[in-house]
C-alpha cells in the first residue's frame, strides 16, 4: 500500500507577487489552459489534487519570480499565503515556505525570519539567481547564516535566464526553441547544479556547514556527474581549500526531490550516490499533475528497487525530518 505522501516543490502565486511579474510573464502562464487560475488557487481545486494524487501534505511556495519580487511583494505574498492556509479548512495539511526578495541578500534574511518566526514557515523556495548573479559573494552569507541559525532549509529553484544568459541557447533553429532549451528543456536544471557547485568552490559550506539546500527534478543534474564533480574538484584546492571535500558536503548538506521527473532511470543513479535519508518525493504541481506523479511512486513500489522502509523515508519520512512537519495519518 502507498504510503502518506509528503510533496514540497508545490507551487502557488499570491495576488501581490503574480501582480508584480509583469504582464509578459502573466501571458505565458495564463496561455496554459488552467494554470494561472490553478496557481492562485488555494481552496478546494488544490485539496481535490491533492487527493487524487493521495497527498497528505503539500508544501506550498511561490512558482518563478523573475528578477526577484520587491521586499513589499513579498512581504504581502507570504501573508496571503499563511492567511489562505490558516483559512481552509483542511489546514493541516499544507505547510509554507517563504518567497524572499533575493536580489536584496540583507533583506532576504529578514524576511526569512519573518516567515518563520511569526507565520510559522518551515524554510525558504527561492528563485536560482536574481537576474544572472548566483548567491556563492559573501554578500550572501547573512542569508545562509541566517538559515542556519533558524535550521531550516532553502530550496534553490530553477528560473528563467536572465537576457545574457539567455543568448547561449539561441542557434539555427526558431526561437521557441531557444526558450525551452533556456529553461526546462535543459538550461534552468544545468544552472541550479552549476550554483550548488559555485557554494561549494566559493566555501559557503565551510563557513555554514549546517546549511541545507533542496535541489530538485533528482538532483539537477548533479547526481549523473557527482563522481566526476567530486573527482575534479580535488584540483581546486590550490585555490583554496575546502575543511570538507564535496563528497561530504553532498552527504550532508544537500537534499534532492523527485519533482517532475517521471521515469525510474534518474532514480537508479541516485540510489548508487545519494543517502535515501537525503531524497523526498515531490510533484510540482500544477506544472506536473498530482496523478502523473502518484503513477510514478507506485511504479517505484513495484520495481524493488526500495524496501518498504525506504519508501516511508522519500515518501513522507525524510520531509518530516527536515522540514519538522508531520502528516496525520488516517
Given amino acids: ?33 488552467g ?21 497528505s501534505l503539500q508544501v506550498i511556495s511561490h512558482a518563478f519570480t523573475p528578477g526577484g519580487p520587491s ?49 510559522n514557515f518551515v524554510g525558504a523556495l527561492i528563485d536560482n539567481h536574481a537576474n544572472g548573479t548566483h548567491f556563492d559573494s559573501a554578500a550572501y552569507d547573512v542569508l545562509w547564516e541566517k538559515a542556519t541559525d533558524l535550521d531550516v532549509p532553502i530550496y534553490l529553484h530553477p528560473t528563467w535566464p536572465s537576457a545574457s544568459m539567455a543568448e547561449q541557447f539561441q542557434g539555427e533553429y526558431p526561437m521557441p526553441v531557444a526558450v525551452s532549451l533556456g529553461a526546462a528543456g535543459w538550461g534552468w536544471h544545468s544552472d541550479v547544479g552549476l550554483h550548488v557547485l559555485k557554494l561549494f568552490a566559493a566555501g559557503v559550506f565551510d563557513r555554514f556547514p549546517k ?3 533542496v535541489v530538485g527534478h533528482m538532483g539537477e543534474m548533479l547526481p549523473f556527474m557527482l563522481e566526476r564533480c567530486i573527482d575534479m574538484s580535488t584540483r581546486w584546492a590550490g585555490w583554496g581549500s575546502r575543511d570538507r571535500p564535496l ?3 553532498w552527504d550532508e548538506n544537500i537534499w ?28 510540482d504541481y500544477p ?23 525506504q519508501l516511508e523515508m522519500i515518501a513522507y519520512r525524510n520531509a518530516e525530518d527536515l522540514l519538522k512537519v508531520k502528516v496525520e495519518k488516517n
Avoid at 19 to 31: D, N, P, V, W, Y
Avoid at 44 to 49: I, P, Q, S, T, V
Fill in 1 to 33: 500500500m502507498t504510503p502518506p505522501l509528503i510533496a514540497l516543490e508545490e507551487h502557488f502565486y499570491s495576488n501581490a507577487v503574480f501582480s508584480s511579474i509583469g504582464e509578459t510573464f502573466q501571458r505565458t502562464l495564463k496561455a496554459v489552459p
Fill in 35 to 55: 494554470l494561472s487560475e490553478a496557481l492562485l488557487d488555494l481552496g478546494d481545486g488544490r485539496l481535490a489534487a491533492m487527493d487524487r494524487g493521495q497527498i
Fill in 71 to 119: 521586499v513589499e511583494s513579498c512581504q504581502k505574498g507570504n501573508d496571503e499565503l499563511a492567511a489562505g492556509i490558516a483559512q481552509s479548512n483542511q489546514s493541516h495539511r499544507f505547510a509554507a515556505l517563504a518567497v524572499l526578495p533575493v536580489s536584496d541578500p540583507a533583506e532576504s534574511a529578514r524576511e526569512l525570519e519573518r516567515s518563520v518566526s511569526m507565520l
Fill in 211 to 213: 546549511l541545507k539546500i
Fill in 247 to 249: 563528497r561530504q558536503v
Fill in 256 to 283: 534532492i526531490t523527485t519533482s517532475g521527473s517521471w521515469s525510474l532511470a534518474p532514480m537508479k543513479c541516485i540510489l548508487e550516490n545519494t543517502r535515501v535519508e537525503h531524497i523526498m518525493y515531490s510533484v
Fill in 287 to 309: 506544472f506536473e499533475t498530482n496523478e502523473r506523479g502518484l503513477e510514478w511512486f507506485k511504479q517505484l513500489e513495484e520495481s524493488g528497487m526500495l524496501n518498504s522502509e
